[in-house]
Each structure stands twice: as C-alpha cells, then as structure tokens.
C-alpha cells in the first residue's frame, strides 16, 4: 500500500506502509476475449495461427486496513462433505 487517507489522517508510505492490508472477495474467474497471435514471415511459406485467452480474477476490495487496525474475520463457507466409497464397489 502506498498512501491511506481517512478524512484529515494521511499516512504515506516509502515505499510501501509496513503492516497495512486490504481485505478482498473474489466476484469471478474467468478467460478474457480470445486474441489472433499470427506469425508471418514474406517469400518462405511461413505462416502460423494461434489463439490465446488470459486467465483473469475479478476482485472487489473490502476495506483498506492501516497498520495495528483489528479487522473483523469473516465466517468461512461450510464446504460440501465428499460422498465415501463404499471398498466392496457397491
């Protein structure tokens, strides 16, 4: 983090502000738009075609948390329990 800035409270980092953090949610994964990567070379036949589409992760920022401030952890998501194998494969 660089600078925080709450009303009058400015707190400039050099570079960075030691222990400052910033809580986020992920809102999606995904691939972005796919892009042509074309290689052509003149006079020697030489022509390939690929396509490629970044990875991406969009995130929406909670809080902006400086240094020493307590911040509230949120409660985890119960996750799914995984169906058992029965061992006679019944």
Known sequence: MLLIADGDNITVGKPL?????????????????????FKYKAKVRYRRKNGH?????????????PAG???????????RKKTEEKADGA
């Open 69 to 79: 401030a307590e911040d509230v952890k949120p409660v985890k998501k119960a996750r």
């Open 53 to 65: 589409r970044q990875l991406f992760t969009s995130l929406n920022i909670d809080k902006i948390l």
């Open 17 to 37: 502000i030691d222990g400052a953090r910033v809580t986020a949610t992920v809102k999606q994964n995904g691939k972005g738009k796919k892009i042509i990567v």
